[in-house]
């Protein structure tokens, strides 16, 4: 078997992406086919952890036969069902992808060739676009705002404000073996908190394309619940900003956390409250 360095700068690089969901009908066959149809010298491990859809989600992801591997993730929840899909993976270069989330097409390949030419490089962050059920773009200016504080990137300013979008963001293997796998205590932060954990030591290769899409509709987790997620975005802040010793990014962690839950309040607190209900 080849070397996994070898692997990694060689023709056919493989890629593990996990998608973990629960009722994704509506959307994850258009994550699924955006993920399937990229091209290049790589190879793609699809894996998909299902926490008991009932909708006929699974019946979608039977229509692709062996181009996915589909696991069995009742009980769990979006942590434990994403590292149970990391755990599984076999690729090199690995990336989780929520069922209503997009790659843009090309993505993989851009993603492997930054790799390639930043070898010692752990994780990769890329640009991302917010769309709406139709696959609109929507809310633009906050995508600049967020790339343009990606471009100017350094710990401090992630320890104050994430605006690092999920979906758009690799990693090597070895990152997860020396670093660990997502925090199963978090279930609004996760990413944030993993942000924070493995970004003290190891700067990301910022790549400024758009690699992907992040949906945002009535129903989604961030929009239901954003009021609780800062909050927890704001511990875990602090927390970090304590552990690294830059306690001076805590008041503008408090600062951004206001200001966000200002913005989220105006756009979606009819959506919030309405789920309260």
């Known amino acids: 078997m080849m070397p996994r360095q070898e692997r ?10 996990v998608t973990t969901c629960l009722n994704a009908a509506s959307t994850i066959r258009r994550t699924i086919e955006s993920i399937l149809s990229q091209q290049g010298d ?6 998909i952890t299902d926490a008991g859809s009932t909708d006929g989600t699974r019946d979608i992801i039977a229509e692709f036969g ?11 929840n979006q942590s434990q069902g994403i590292n149970l899909g990391l755990k599984e993976a076999g690729g090199d270069i690995l990336a989780y992808l929520n069922a209503d989330d997009l790659y ?20 990769l962050v890329g640009y991302c676009r917010i ?18 504080l990606l471009r100017h990137y350094s710990y401090f300013l992630l320890l ?19 670093h660990g796998y997502f925090s199963e205590r978090e279930n609004l932060v996760m990413d944030y908190e993993y942000w924070l954990r493995i970004g003290k030591g190891n700067t990301p290769v910022v790549l400024g394309e758009q ?16 009021t609780r997620q800062f909050k927890d975005d704001l511990r875990v802040g602090c927390h970090y900003a304590v552990r690294s010793g830059k306690v001076l990014a805590i008041p503008l962690k408090f600062f951004n956390y206001l ?3 200002c913005i989220y309040s105006f756009l979606y607190r009819s959506v919030e409250s309405h789920d309260k209900g």
Request: one cysteine or more; hydrophobic letters at 40%; a positive charge.
């Open 42 to 47: 790589f190879t793609i491990e699809y894996i």
């Open 66 to 76: 062996e181009q996915i591997r589909l696991i069995d993730a009742q009980k769990l």
């Open 8 to 17: 990694i700068q060689g023709a056919l690089t493989r890629v593990s992406i």
């Open 160 to 178: 104050s404000e994430n605006f690092i979008c999920q979906p758009a963001v690799f990693f090597r293997r070895s990152l997860l073996e020396s």
């Open 131 to 148: 769309i709406d059920e139709h696959d609109t773009e929507m809310q633009s200016w906050i995508s600049s705002y967020k790339n343009f």
């Open 211 to 226: 690699l992907a899409a992040f949906r945002r509709m009535a129903s989604t987790k961030s929009n239901r619940a954003f």
């Open 259 to 261: 200001k966000t839950i």
């Open 104 to 123: 843009a097409p090309g993505a993989i390949q851009k993603v492997v060739d930054s790799f390639k030419k930043y070898p010692l490089s752990q994780w």
